[in-house]
């Protein structure tokens, strides 16, 4: 099934009614003509769902209001950056099915950049070198109900700044031995504001730049002077950024972007039940080995939802439903799997597949007999035809479909009841076969010829359906069961990480033929059990590999 490209203003915002839209829509009645929006993921990590929503966002926004969003890397920290890491965003958001066009960038292009403005800091007596340690700095810093204290450093004139900040790019200086920091007020009441870090030494490689650069700009000096030399017009991150807001300002007005400044714009980040939303933990799963890798389709990666099974638009529609606000909630991890099946469930080829087997014997149907039976291929959508299913004595049903002895409301297979196979014929459980362990191993069943394709006659009528496939006519294939990766809660900050022991079930199936040429990630619902896609790493030309997207059932009502 090809993966389609976002061809809608599709903002994952929404009603167009929220806060950022009125923002937006003030400005434009300004001297604003159209606005710039950016995504800036650091390459340290696969995106996960929450990007999505940045993602959606931001692009969608630019889409909604005829602008532009930039995709670019803030790689100003090489010590945990990769060129790994780079590729996969990529991938991620054109598949997603957004386009940046020539509009890529990187934080580290603008290295020369950042140093003339920290210079210029420095001359106008806004910035010193300091040589306190991190647990100094953080001693000297104060607390939220307590004015800092300035560094013996602070009052250096601009000339030993400028020799010593020369020094530091010239690599004498070794790791944290210095830093150069803005001079603002130690007795503000905003922490970020007490003379904020604005580079520090490392001596690493980095991935654009090589060898070049020994000093390295922190994110807050950084990323809005990525901004402002790019014209972005709104600015928009997550909450915890909200107290940065000032600094962010500081850093613009202070370098002289003064017209038309960017708009920083706060919204609350995704949280989602069952799910880690964290790259530090979910770095830590993969490094430890409890999942097999970044695209493991129980992580919230946006590789891992890929190779799940889920698609693109199944996910901007979960952005958009979810919306955009101030507040932090959590979100149920149910709308996803809502959102998945509301895109597939007139899309999908519905197909018969057994993950549980029991042989069913129809001991009155000739041994040699091969019907085809025509099945369509989803109820939903007659556009997507029919297919036929081959149906002989021997059967598979699922093991859960029989019940030697039933309780109440029972309605499959059961001694003495009668169920309809379906497509096919009423059958009558006669008998069934135990093995020295007292576990059924063949149900004996007798049909009436009279009941193809379930026309049966009037007046009769039965309770149950069950899906079968031929044991001698069929595709057997691996079936990846997956669960919720997560028990517990993973943000909660007096909680760990608790991993669902059953959030992976493998079972060896038998599937209708209609899938032997199945290709990799093409979609099926398996009739009544769950939709599927075909693995895109472990599948091979000869054996085929399922990984259920999301089970068909759900207590998740929307509301």
């Known amino acids: 099934m090809a993966e389609e490209k976002n061809t809608e203003n599709n903002s994952g915002l929404g009603a167009t009614g929220n806060f950022i839209h009125s923002y937006i829509q003030e400005d434009l009645k300004g001297e604003l003509n159209k606005i710039h929006t950016r995504f800036p993921p650091e390459p340290n990590g696969y995106l996960h769902i929450g990007h999505a929503k940045s ?41 997603l099915g957004f386009d940046w066009e020539d509009r890529l960038f990187y934080a580290s292009s603008y290295f020369d950049k950042y140093y003339e403005v920290a210079l210029k800091l420095i ?21 939220l109900s307590t004015p800092g204290k300035e560094s013996p450093y602070r009052n250096r004139s601009v000339e030993e700044n400028l020799d010593l900040f020369e020094r530091m790019k010239a690599g004498e200086f070794p790791d944290g031995s210095k830093t150069l920091r803005a001079k603002i007020d130690m007795a503000s009441p ?151 099946r509301d895109d597939l469930k007139a899309k999908a080829k519905v197909v018969m597949a057994v993950l549980d087997p029991l042989k069913l014997v129809i001991t009155n149907y000739p041994e040699d007999q091969v019907e085809m039976m025509e099945l369509e291929n989803n109820p939903e959508t007659p556009e997507l035809g029919k297919r036929l299913a ?62 193809r394709s379930g026309s049966g006659f009037e007046g009769r009528k039965v309770k149950g359906t069950l899906h079968w496939v031929s044991a001698k006519d069929n595709v057997q294939a691996t079936a990846r069961l997956y669960d919720y990766m997560m028990l517990d809660n993973p943000e909660d900050p007096n909680g760990e990480m608790i991993m669902n022991p059953n959030s992976l079930e493998v079972k060896e199936c038998f599937i209708e033929p209609s899938v032997k040429d199945a290709k990799k990630g093409d979609r099926f619902q398996f009739m009544r059990n769950g939709y599927y896609i075909v693995d895109t790493k472990d599948t091979t030309d000869e054996h085929l590999v399922f990984n259920r997207i999301v089970p068909l059932k759900s207590s998740f009502k929307l509301k």
């Open 55 to 95: 993602i959606c966002l931001n692009f969608g926004l630019a889409n909604l209001y005829g602008g532009k969003c930039n995709l670019r890397f803030d790689d100003t920290n090489p010590t945990k950056e990769d060129v790994e890491y780079v590729e996969s965003i990529q991938e991620d958001v054109k598949w």
């Open 123 to 143: 001359k106008e007596g806004k910035a010193f070198v300091d040589e306190l340690s991190a647990e100094e700095m953080r001693e000297y810093r104060g607390t």
């Open 190 to 340: 905003n922490i970020n504001m007490r003379d904020p870090v604005l580079y520090r030494i490392s001596h690493s490689t980095h991935h654009t730049t090589g060898d070049k650069w020994c000093i390295y700009p922190m994110y807050d000096f950084a990323h809005p002077l990525e901004d402002a030399i790019e014209g972005i017009t709104h600015s928009i991150c997550t909450m915890e950024f909200e107290d940065h807001r000032p600094l962010y300002d500081w850093v613009v007005r202070e370098a002289g972007y003064t017209e038309n400044p960017p708009r920083q714009i706060e919204f609350a980040r995704l949280g989602m039940t069952n799910t880690v939303m964290s790259k530090r933990k979910l770095r830590a799963l993969v490094e430890n080995g409890l999942v097999d890798g970044w695209d493991d389709p129980r992580m919230p990666t946006i590789s891992g939802l890929r190779r799940r099974g889920y698609t693109p638009a199944s996910i901007r529609d979960f952005c958009e439903r979810i919306g955009v606000s101030k507040a932090n909630s959590m979100v149920d991890s149910g709308l996803l799997d809502y959102c998945i």
């Open 390 to 451: 081959p149906f002989t004595r021997e059967l598979y049903i699922e093991r859960e479909d029989f019940m030697e002895e039933p309780v109440k409301k029972f309605f499959r297979l059961a001694p003495g009841k009668e169920v309809r196979l379906k497509g096919a014929y009423f059958v009558t459980c006669t008998d069934f076969v135990k093995d020295e362990n007292g576990v059924v191993t063949e149900v004996h069943c007798t049909y009436d010829p009279e009941t």
